[in-house]
């Protein structure tokens, strides 16, 4: 679909509004069209005394008698005449101005949510390899752009055209010939718009790329501060910045020089439009073709036209900013989307078996898992472990639907989990990721996500994780993490991690590393909760490097290099005297 038929789209639910928007510009508009049309019968008769005399310009409208007692009743009431036409022009023109932007801020409203959402729900894979300064930037400023320069070219679009309209109409009234004029004064501004409209789109789109770039070098910089002055290249990162600052001056610099040669252009063009139909009347006026006032009414309208006209010649500057802010946002929507419910997608209920088929995951030209095939089930504890970069990760982003299959398929119970919906399919996994994230916000909205849970579900998840001394630290469960969890340890910060998959009590359970950042202590603790989590009819998978924290599972599986090398209970692999035993022997070697 093209731009403008989506920008239009997203106005559609407003249209009532935008309706009435437009009937208010329309009466603004006529009543500018009646002040250009008193202005110089009025002129004439303030200057000459007299009646207003309206014959020459009403011939043929009215009936001469009536015209003519118009015209005399009219005199007196001028003043009047002008302040009423003033108040109904102004409030058209603020009806219009509130309808119209409401409609365009409402719209703009949408679209920022949409887009939130869109990134909410979007792919993680996809989503973690864009900056998220980037994305952010996105949401904020293309949105602005497009909510600002979409309140001009509406408004130019309605107001600016309805007025120009009814002043050439006003021209046309008078005389067809001076319209013609004003005509070629049109057509020359329009044409040469058009190349200069496509420069700016470009400049445009290159300008708010330029702008995304900043955001995603602050962002970066912001992030990862300490690593860059522990390592000390803060003179890369500024020069980095420096360079991405430079290129967006140089766009800036262009658009610029192309903005200041755009309106003077369109002035002087607009100028010798009217300076020609002002020759031309003059001489009317002398043969005696056209009564003064006429000529007065028909200057008046032409310098009314010129802001009218000026706003339109600007539409295609506006116009090329807001598809190219347009198109920035409308790119994020249609981002490709690999994860998501297919049609007909069925509530998935806890599964008893889970199974990978013969999966194969490609992330672009590289594999991460070649035909792996494994079975979980109910009641199971299995362990993934294995160097790293064996592919541990990505079978935990596969059975979270993080990541789809390239080849093969996972499935619950013999069912496709692609078959299923992904919401019902991540009420059934509770994760833990290899880097525990926690949001800025208290500990209740940390531990539940947002879902109405009692206390006590907290309190107990909070305590089988030992993450409870950690809370109480904070002042309780309404107390604050600072962002990310920055005020706290690593290894708080994974246990409160824990708690929070604890919490929700799902049939499988994930941990990717839960205890790479615990102390010994700590991590026996751990690994009695998950001991007594894990029990009943849980699917435990515990990614781990700590062989040692892996002699109670049920089942060892040994990656390597996207392939299952080994697998069996722990006993069975320390008998076997495989890659497993040497990996522990190994382990206990380094540790003694
Ligand atoms: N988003 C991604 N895009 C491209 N390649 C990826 C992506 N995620 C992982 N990989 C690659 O896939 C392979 C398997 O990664 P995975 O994260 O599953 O390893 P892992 O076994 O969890 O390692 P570790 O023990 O270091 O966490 C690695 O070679 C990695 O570089
Ligand atoms: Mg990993």
């Known amino acids: 679909m093209r731009v403008e038929a989506r920008l239009l789209a997203l106005l559609r639910p407003h249209r009532l509004r935008i309706a009435l928007a437009l009937v208010c510009a329309g009466l603004a508009a006529v009543g500018m069209g009646a002040y250009a049309f008193l202005a110089g019968p009025a002129a004439r008769a303030l200057v000459q005394g007299g009646s207003l005399d309206l014959g020459p310009m009403l011939e043929g409208v009215l009936p001469e008698a009536v015209a003519e007692a118009f015209a005399r009743s009219l005199i007196g009431a001028v003043p009047m005449l002008l302040i009423a036409a003033a108040a109904f022009r102004a409030l058209a023109s603020a009806g219009f101005n509130v309808l119209m932007s409401h409609a365009v801020v409402e719209a703009a409203g949408d ?222 929507l249609d981002a490709p989307d690999a994860t998501m419910d297919r049609p007909g997608a069925v509530a998935l209920s806890a599964p008893r078996e889970v199974r990978l088929e013969e999966v194969t995951v490609r992330y672009g030209e590289k594999e991460a898992l070649s035909k792996v095939s494994l079975r979980f089930r109910a009641g199971e504890t299995v362990a993934l472990v294995g160097e790293s970069g064996a592919g541990k990760t990505t079978i935990a982003n596969l059975l979270l639907r993080f990541v789809e299959p390239s080849e093969g398929r996972v499935t619950f119970d013999g069912l496709d989990i692609r078959e299923g919906t992904l919401a019902s399919l991540r009420s059934h996994v509770g994760y833990v990721p290899q880097e525990t994230v926690l949001f800025a916000g208290d500990a209740r909205t940390n531990l539940s996500c947002g879902a109405d849970l009692p206390l006590e579900r907290l309190r107990e998840a909070a305590r089988a994780a030992n993450a409870e001394p950690v809370i109480e630290a904070l002042g309780g469960y309404d107390g604050d993490f600072a962002e990310g969890g920055k005020n706290l340890s690593g290894g708080e910060r994974q246990r409160v991690g824990v708690a929070r998959a604890l919490v929700r009590d799902a049939r499988i359970l994930i941990l990717d590393e839960p205890t790479s950042a615990l102390d010994a202590e700590n991590d026996a603790l751990l690994q009695e909760a998950f001991a007594r989590a894990l029990g009943g009819d849980r699917i435990g998978v515990l990614i781990t490097h700590r062989l040692r924290s892996v002699q109670g599972v049920d089942r060892v599986v040994v990656l390597e290099k996207g392939r299952v090398v080994e697998e069996g209970s722990p006993e069975e692999l320390l008998a076997r005297g495989g890659r497993f035993a040497r990996m522990l022997a190994l382990e206990s070697r380094t540790a003694a």
């Open 111 to 332: 679209l920022r949510a949409r887009i939130y959402e869109r990134l909410l729900r979007g792919d993680p894979i996809f989503f973690s390899r864009r900056g998220s300064g980037e994305l952010v930037s996105r949401l904020a400023s293309d949105i602005a752009t497009v909510e600002q320069s979409g309140q001009q070219v509406v408004v130019t679009l309605s107001k600016d055209v309805s007025q120009a309209l009814a002043l050439l109409l006003v021209c046309a009234s008078i005389d067809l010939r001076l319209l013609a004029a004003a005509g070629v004064v049109v057509w020359a501004t329009v044409v040469p718009t058009r190349r200069f409209a496509d420069a700016l789109r470009r400049i445009g789109k290159e300008q708010l790329a330029a702008l995304g770039e900043i955001s995603h070098q602050a962002e970066q910089m912001l992030r990862n501060h300490r690593i860059i002055v522990a390592y000390g290249s803060e003179r890369h990162r500024a020069g980095r910045f420096e360079e991405a600052n430079e290129r967006l001056l140089g766009i800036m610099r262009r658009s610029l020089l192309w903005r200041a040669a755009y309106t003077p252009l369109m002035e002087v063009m607009g100028v010798i439009g009217l300076a020609a139909a002002i020759a031309w009347a003059g001489r009317s006026v002398l043969s005696g073709a056209l009564p003064p006032e006429s000529v007065l009414s028909f200057a008046a309208a032409a310098l009314m036209l010129y802001q009218p006209l000026k706003a339109i010649g600007n539409l295609g500057q506006q116009l090329a900013h807001l598809r190219a802010a347009a198109e920035r946002c409308f790119e994020l």
